[in-house]
């Protein structure tokens, strides 16, 4: 399945965010990097139907905004930037509670086998009856992606699912999230901050800046020193390792 947004532009109380944005998320990968402020979350609220933009987010080929609104969220889930730890409920509830729109009166053993199956993927098991108001952020983040992915979309929209999480987490957190998108053939757009993450696990990389696409494309095309320079006022070396993949160093503020 693809999501693509075309000429999307926003605005909050007449301040420009987003400006004739065309984006494809098409089954693999995507990742969608820029600084600060560049309004990442903000087209990403665009494409789960949460903002409605000028211009046309497409799913399939067909007007999104035509959709109802379980058409649209039975196929896309979206995990926000900033998560609610509110709820008394523990660790295996939070993560069925991603099967909401496809439970009945009861929960099938089929519901009951995908949970302890996400839980075993991000290694949740021993945390699965702690109540979700006692675990640390990182722990919460993987909480929380596991529940996006009990949904069983066919496009998984994730605003920085590694904000929480030490370096060891992000790599492993993306690499079973890359592993999924892959096994279940799903389309997966991630906004993320370390360009080395994006470099690893995106096989599209859209850059944003200013509310507007600069470049986009494989990541060695993409994340370049002369693109780091002129969109992070960051100078960095870039090298291209044994696998294609690049790797950034920063080296300081560019001149």
């Known amino acids: 399945m693809i999501l693509e947004g075309r000429d999307l532009s926003f605005a909050y109380h007449s301040l420009p965010v987003l ?4 984006i494809r998320i098409a089954p ?5 990097i820029g600084p600060n402020a560049a309004g990442k979350s903000t087209l990403m609220k665009c494409l789960a139907g949460l903002l409605v933009p000028q211009g046309q987010v497409r799913l399939d080929g067909g007007d999104a905004r035509r959709l109802s609104t379980r058409s649209l969220t ?3 889930s979206y995990l926000p930037q900033n998560l609610s730890t509110q709820a008394a409920l523990t660790v295996f509830e939070t993560v069925l509670l991603g099967r909401f729109h496809k439970l009945r009166w009861r929960v099938s053993a089929d519901d009951v086998r ?3 199956g996400l839980l075993e993927e991000f290694d949740l098991v021993d945390l699965s009856g702690r109540n979700i108001t006692e675990l640390s952020g990182g722990q919460l983040q993987m909480v929380s992606i596991a529940q996006a992915l009990a949904r069983d979309p066919c496009v998984l929209l994730l605003d920085e699912p590694t904000s929480n999480l030490d370096l060891q987490h992000q790599f492993e957190i993306c690499s079973i999230i890359a592993g999924l998108t892959g096994s279940r053939g799903m389309s997966t757009a991630m906004a993320l901050h370390d360009l080395n993450v994006a470099a690893r696990f995106a096989d ?3 850059v944003l800046k200013d509310g507007t696409i600069q470049c986009s494309g494989p990541p060695a095309d993409v994340l370049t ?5 002129e969109v992070y006022r960051v100078a960095s070396r870039v090298t ?3 696998a294609g993949i ?3 160093t920063p080296l300081g503020l560019a001149r």
């Open 19 to 22: 400006e004739n944005v065309d």
């Open 28 to 32: 693999g990968v995507t990742a969608i």
């Open 74 to 76: 039975d196929p896309v």
């Open 114 to 116: 995908l949970v302890e």
């Open 204 to 206: 599209i990389v859209y």
């Open 225 to 229: 020193e002369a693109m780091i320079s």
């Open 240 to 242: 291209i390792d044994a």
């Open 246 to 248: 690049p790797l950034i």
